[in-house]
């Protein structure tokens, strides 16, 4: 009995070890000053993003992006974090093997100041041309969803006020018609001047962008942009587009405001991002390593 139970204490005690340097979820939402706690805080939550993508199959393949500006771990400025497209052994790496240590750090040029490897192009060009002509953009997530790339191909890729989760975009999305390959930083400023004041841009014939402040926020709305586009398709598959109903426009409005406004957009995308943080975490995974 006291073999047992000593058994069991040390299997919690090597539980706990294996978790020591994971942040709770509580200490993650919570911004550190010291840039090198920053910068390892903001990694380990972009990597957790690209891990979750690869998980909901909400990727494609490794040639999507997320970003999120953090300081530079000595301290001297700003650099934006994101996956390297080229590793030094060759290929790419795959977002089931991202970790925090394996983000590129790229300064405002371009130049790869933390990490190892190279980013892709497309990926610096969009991003580092949106923060140029966006420097508010904390947080930039650019993939390829399935069904909200397919609703940015149609004549008509308008979001319908169809599905509450419709209505959490009430007002929130831009939409670019002007596809251009994205190998130039030139692209990224277009890109944001077509955002203009939204937080969402279907970049039609291509994907679609996200602007957040935190990575939390950013993760959520691309996951609800995603249901929302797959509702609003299966039921124009159903039925037809004519036969689509719309929400009434105060319901709309009220959906909108239940869902964004007053500190709950942030409340809801923690939760939900965070609940998958603390999946991760008691598994010791080592996406935060």
């Known amino acids: 009995m006291l073999r047992t139970l000593s058994r069991r204490l040390l299997i919690r005690e090597a539980m706990r070890e294996d978790k020591r340097g994971i942040m709770t979820a509580a200490e993650a939402m919570k911004s550190q000053t010291d840039p090198a706690k920053e910068n390892q805080r903001l990694r380990q939550h972009l990597a957790l993003s690209y891990r979750l993508l690869e998980d909901m199959k909400l990727n494609e393949a490794n040639c999507n992006h997320l970003t999120v500006t953090a300081p530079r771990r000595d301290g001297k400025g700003e650099i934006m974090l994101l996956v390297p497209g080229f590793v030094e052994s060759g290929g790419g790496l795959d977002w089931s093997q991202v970790t925090a240590s394996s983000l590129l750090g790229l300064h405002e040029d371009g130049s790869v100041v933390e990490g190892d490897g190279l980013p892709e192009l497309s990926?610096?060009?969009?991003?580092?041309?949106?923060?140029?002509?966006?420097?508010?953009?904390?947080?930039?997530?650019?993939?390829?969803?399935?069904?909200?790339?397919?609703?940015?191909?149609?004549?008509?890729?308008?979001?319908?006020?169809?599905?509450?989760?419709?209505?959490?975009?009430?007002?929130?999305?831009?939409?670019?018609?002007?596809?251009?390959?994205?190998?130039?930083?030139?692209?990224?400023?277009?890109?944001?001047?077509?955002?203009?004041?939204?937080?969402?841009?279907?970049?039609?014939?291509?994907?679609?962008?996200?602007?957040?402040?935190?990575?939390?926020?950013?993760?959520?709305?691309?996951?609800?942009?995603?249901?929302?586009?797959?509702?609003?398709?299966?039921?124009?598959?159903?039925?037809?587009?004519?036969?689509?109903?719309?929400?009434?426009?105060?319901?709309?409005?009220?959906?909108?405001?239940?869902?964004?406004?007053?500190?709950?957009?942030?409340?809801?995308?923690?939760?939900?991002?965070?609940?998958?943080?603390?999946?991760?975490?008691?598994?010791?995974?080592?996406?935060?390593?």
């Open 123 to 289: 990926a610096a060009s969009i991003h580092l041309g949106i923060r140029k002509e966006n420097p508010g953009a904390r947080v930039i997530m650019h993939t390829h969803t399935p069904y909200a790339t397919a609703l940015g191909c149609l004549e008509d890729p308008s979001i319908l006020m169809v599905h509450q989760n419709s209505c959490r975009y009430l007002g929130r999305v831009a939409y670019d018609t002007g596809y251009q390959p994205a190998v130039a930083q030139e692209e990224g400023k277009r890109l944001a001047r077509a955002m203009g004041n939204k937080s969402i841009l279907m970049m039609c014939h291509h994907g679609t962008l996200i602007v957040a402040d935190t990575v939390a926020v950013a993760f959520d709305d691309l996951y609800y942009l995603e249901r929302a586009c797959m509702t609003q398709l299966l039921a124009m598959g159903a039925a037809g587009r004519d036969a689509l109903k719309l929400l009434p426009e105060d319901v709309q409005e009220s959906t909108r405001a239940t869902i964004i406004d007053n500190g709950s957009l942030e409340k809801y995308s923690n939760k939900h991002f965070y609940s998958l943080w603390n999946k991760y975490r008691q598994q010791s995974s080592n996406v935060f390593n």
